[in-house]
């Protein structure tokens, strides 16, 4: 069935490092796949998205390429901030169904100032 | 325009206790999503509502869970008879629809349920 497998937590950067987080998934046809962030205490975010290959999701500086031939969305930024702190989750969307989610189990990321 | 709203935030039951949990979808929004996490594990789909109608409960358990969104009032998720593996974050999102930027689902900050 379809899944996503996100690379393990958590993440401990220093301010200013360069972030990857690892998002592969297995699915049929073309997902569309997302990027959500959940801050202490707080519900989800939609960060980013992209809805078919090769196209790059971008948002706060973060920055995700939907790569059809890796079977990859990986999360991306160029200086992390202490407030990036945060879980982040990996999801896509089944191309016929417009709203099940299925989700990754999420990474904790903690930047050190 | 306040967003999704979870209450409690924290539940904990003893076994063979009801649990009720609550979500308020933002303004406007008449889908709503419950979604279950446990520990270590993503977020798995449990029921799609739309007002006072269940369109998909295939990822909800047959048996102790049930769900209703009236026409008044937050939608529901109640388990009934909560053993310890029930124990996880319930998280809830509502949406304008479901297809283009009206599906676009937007969440609440979960109800972390402790069983006993």
């Known amino acids: 069935g379809d899944s996503v497998t996100q690379m393990e937590g958590p993440v401990t950067l220093s301010e200013e490092a360069f972030l990857t987080i690892n998002c592969t998934y297995t699915?049929?046809?073309?997902?569309?796949l997302f990027w959500y962030v959940q801050y202490p205490g707080e519900g989800l975010q939609l960060l980013l998205k992209?809805?078919?290959a090769d196209d790059k999701g971008s948002n706060k500086g973060f920055e995700a390429t939907y790569r059809k031939e890796t079977t990859s969305f990986h999360l991306e930024k160029g200086s992390v901030q202490v407030s990036d702190s945060a879980v982040y989750f990996c999801?896509?969307?089944?191309?016929?169904?417009?709203?099940?989610?299925?989700w990754g189990a999420g990474t904790k990321l903690i930047i050190k100032p | 325009n306040a967003g999704v709203m979870q209450n409690p935030r924290h539940l904990v039951r003893r076994r063979g206790q009801e649990a009720r949990l609550r979500c308020s979808p933002m303004?406007?929004?008449?889908?709503v999503y419950w979604y279950r996490q446990l520990p270590e594990e993503g977020l798995k789909f449990m029921v799609y509502?739309?007002?006072?109608?269940?369109?998909?409960e295939s990822g909800m358990p047959k048996e102790r869970f049930s769900a209703e969104f009236p026409k008044e009032g937050p939608s529901i998720l109640r388990i009934q008879q909560v053993v310890r593996g029930d124990s996880a974050a319930y998280f809830c999102?509502?949406?304008?629809?479901?297809?283009?930027?009206?599906?676009?689902?937007?969440f609440g900050p979960g109800t972390r349920l402790t069983v006993l």
């Open positions: 999102a509502s949406s304008l629809g479901t297809s283009g930027a009206r599906g676009e689902q937007f």
């Open positions: 303004k406007g929004h008449s889908h």
């Open positions: 509502l739309q007002k006072e109608n269940i369109i998909d």
């Open positions: 699915a049929t046809g073309y997902p569309s």
């Open positions: 992209a809805t078919k």
């Open positions: 999801a896509l969307r089944r191309p016929h169904s417009n709203y099940q989610l299925i």
